[in-house]
């Protein structure tokens, strides 16, 4: 493997890094900074904001998850260093 | 010799999802059959016994079956664990008895602020995924210090990472134990004591014989058992009241009852106007202080090595990493319900007690009361007698249960719904299995990393590198058994600080362990001075933080700066400092809990349970400055870096057979 190649690897991972922890930051602390305004806003009964900290957060983090998985993977690939 | 074990461990592997569905189903029938046997008379008190006894022999029954003396299954499962299952263990290892049983009672109490639990518990496998399990598996890393010393060079920083390791692993698995002693104290009527090492044992025949192989396969077993234990009452409870068995939806509906409530109670003269609403955000916590706790529980999430070394169990990076978003989902289940179970309790209690006549409370606040978990009128509601006194002695009670008159211990929530929804027995035999489940899966992971620490990396790479793999595997059961011992003998003395212990547990992690790890992996030029520097930096002052908080306040007030914190409308906890410090108990050492100044004092208003927020940023600014004042690693150790970048190839860490 040159070192070129393991550059653009480790850039594209670097890069769905920066996206994952940008969306970890909006979902785990910035969102619920807003939490008196969302709870003027009511769905099913729940105010949004406390929707937003029980359940709203949450899906996004396991459904960030698994697309991280597949983003990954999907990179290895590309670049030639998924395992056989 | 050795192949058969691997074709014997590759159809064992195949057919898992066959061996734990009939599991799962056999798990149903066991309580169909006690159903029924509660129907025919069979009295509770056996019902119980049953419960917890069934399980715990098909706990050790699994941990003997798949016992092992392969160093590469004792410590990480031979790395044939998919990522499927391993996701089920991680939860089990990741739930513990203060997820199960005394969550959703903080929800209750707390409100909205309870819910930095619920972020902070979760959200912190985004860094375990991104960050740190991936990188990891790739160096095929037994133990976390593995990395640590391969990545850095050296047993100096081998040896920090077990400090680390040690000190929060310990702390939590007391709490396990104490978890596991107060279950069967409750469940089976035994001294706590007793209770303490009968919980030991049941942890003991799963973890020793077989190490990371068995845990995993139990754990997977207690995740089913602690699902289904959780799920069944609240469902129930949701199709009874709602028409709908989908908890997690209908408990919306129940807030807006609580909201209207709650307006009702302060119009009515049932509640003061500053009543703690339940939707309300930071009404215990601060802002700062609610943020800072989801971070450190996250960072700490994300540290702590009994979660990590799961990740080492995988048979690839790939599947290291998907495990970790089945994990993630996994443990999902249970924290997106248990606002439900808090909601549910709430309504019931607002709508069957507060408001009515102290006289008419409902025999389940007298069976509580009686063991001293509900409260009324600040007395323990023992009887409707002690009731009646304990109102009476309050000035200008009118005889109605007012909101500020009723208590409830938070471990009761989940334990008292089934009896409160009125459903039978059997249920609440099974949450109290759910509940041991739960304890006793976080207990063996952790033990299984106290005790690889002390004999893979102390006595194995620092100690005796020549051991046979017979003595070191003997050596590590008996270390095991020294730790789960000492363990439970400090969990018998009932430490005071039991719950607040586990939330220090992810500071020290946090605060330890993540600069190391994540500038390990993502940062080339960090080196073993500043990993070093930066490890001793965060740990340290995380730890002085909470003792001197905690333990010595007078002197965090006199020589370290500290100040009174304040509440969440910003009044001071402690009104007169100048005062306090004057009192003759200001400088005491090692002060209980009830101490006027005890964990009310800090650095920026800042509560010892998210210590590591003064920890994390000072050891990655200790760690960046060393390593920058001293020469860039070596290019064997930079390559070691970009090995382990690349998912391709073989682990880094060889293993002598």
Redesign the interface.
């Known amino acids: 493997m040159s070192q070129s190649s393991d550059d653009v690897y480790w850039g594209k991972t670097s890069k769905l890094m920066v996206v994952m922890i940008a969306l970890w930051v909006f979902f785990g602390y910035i969102v619920h900074m807003f939490v008196t305004p969302l709870n003027g806003i009511k769905i099913f009964g729940f105010p949004l904001g406390f929707y937003m900290a029980s359940q709203g957060s949450l899906i996004v983090f396991v459904a960030m998850l698994f697309w991280f998985g597949r983003s990954q993977d999907k990179i290895d690939r590309e670049c030639g260093v998924a395992e056989d | 010799m050795a192949t058969e074990t691997k074709a014997g461990g590759a159809s064992f592997i195949d057919s898992l999802g066959k061996i734990y569905a009939i599991y799962t189903g056999g798990f149903f029938g066991f309580i169909v059959i006690i159903a029924i046997l509660e129907q025919l008379g069979v009295p509770n008190k056996y019902l119980g016994y049953m419960f917890m006894g069934l399980t715990i022999v098909v706990y050790a029954f699994i941990g003997i079956v798949t016992r092992t003396a392969e160093v590469s299954e004792y410590y990480v499962a031979g790395r044939q664990v998919p990522a499927f299952y391993n996701g089920m263990a991680t939860g089990a290892d990741w739930m513990s008895a203060a997820s199960f049983i005394g969550m959703a009672g903080s929800l209750y109490l707390l409100g909205?602020d309870g819910?930095a639990f619920?972020?902070g518990w979760?959200?912190g496998?985004?860094?375990v995924?991104?960050?740190i399990a991936?990188f990891l598996r790739k160096f095929g890393a037994y133990t976390v210090p593995d990395f640590l010393d391969a990545r850095y060079g050296g047993n100096g920083v081998r040896l920090a990472g077990v400090m680390v390791l040690l000190a929060c692993s310990f702390t939590y698995v007391v709490a396990q134990i104490f978890g596991t002693g107060l279950i069967a104290q409750r469940f089976l009527d035994m001294p706590f004591e007793y209770a303490v090492f009968v919980g030991l044992l049941g942890i003991l025949v799963c973890s020793m014989l077989g190490g990371m192989k068995a845990v995993t396969w139990t754990q997977v077993a207690q995740y089913i058992v602690l699902i289904v234990a959780y799920l069944i009452p609240v469902v129930w409870l949701s199709a009874k009241k709602y028409g709908l068995p989908i908890p997690?939806?209908t408990y919306?509906?129940?807030?807006?009852q609580i909201?209207d409530l709650e307006q009702n109670f302060i119009k009515n003269g049932l509640a003061p106007a500053t009543m703690k609403l339940h939707?309300?955000?930071f009404t215990s916590y601060t802002?700062g202080n609610y943020?800072a706790l989801?971070?450190c529980l996250?960072v700490g999430t994300a540290s702590l090595p009994h979660v990590l070394m799961r990740y080492f169990t995988t048979p690839?990076?790939?599947e290291a990493?998907?495990s970790?978003?089945w994990s993630?989902?996994f443990i999902?289940l249970l924290?997106?319900t248990a606002?439900a179970y808090a909601a549910f309790s709430k309504l019931e209690v607002y709508s069957t007690l507060i408001g009515k006549n102290i006289a008419d409370l409902p025999q389940w606040v007298y069976n509580w009361g009686k063991l001293g978990l509900v409260n009324v009128c600040g007395k323990a509601a023992a009887s409707a007698d002690a009731v009646k006194a304990a109102c009476g002695a309050i000035s200008g009670h009118a005889g109605l249960l007012r909101w500020q008159d009723f208590g409830i211990n938070t471990d009761v929530v989940v334990i008292s719904t089934p009896e409160i929804a009125g459903l039978p027995y059997v249920v609440t035999g099974l949450v109290a299995a759910g509940g041991l489940a739960a304890a006793l899966s976080t207990a063996d992971g952790l033990l299984l990393a106290l005790a690889n620490a002390l004999s893979h990396d102390i006595y194995y790479k620092m100690i005796n590198p020549n051991a046979p793999t017979k003595q070191r595997l003997i050596v590590s059961r008996v270390l095991l058994v020294i730790v789960a011992i000492f363990a439970a003998w400090t969990a018998a003395q009932r430490p005071a600080d039991i719950l607040a212990m586990v939330s220090w547990a992810f500071s020290l992690a946090a605060g330890g362990l993540f600069p190391a790890l994540v500038l390990g992996v993502?940062w080339k030029r960090a080196n073993k001075a500043g990993a070093i520097a930066g490890i001793l930096a965060g740990f340290g002052l995380t730890l002085f933080y909470l003792v001197i908080t905690r333990y010595f306040p007078g002197y965090g007030v006199a020589y370290f700066g500290m100040t009174s914190l304040t509440d969440p409308t910003g009044k001071a906890l402690i009104a007169d400092m100048a005062a306090a410090m004057k009192a003759a108990n200001a400088f005491d050492s090692w002060v209980p809990l009830t101490h006027p100044l005890a964990s009310k004092v800090g650095w920026l208003n800042m509560n010892n349970i998210s210590s590591a927020i003064f920890g994390l940023p000072v050891g990655f600014g200790v760690m960046y400055i060393v390593s920058m004042m001293t020469p860039e690693p070596s290019k064997q150790i930079q390559d070691f870096v970009?090995a382990c970048?690349?998912?391709?190839g073989q682990t880094l860490m060889a293993e002598k057979s």
């Open positions: 909205y819910l619920v972020l979760t959200g496998y985004v860094l995924a991104v960050l991936p997690q939806l919306g509906q129940a807030l807006s909201a939707a309300a955000p802002p943020f989801i971070l996250m690839s990076v790939r990493r998907v970790v978003a993630l989902l999902f924290y997106f606002p993502w970009d970048r690349r998912p391709k």
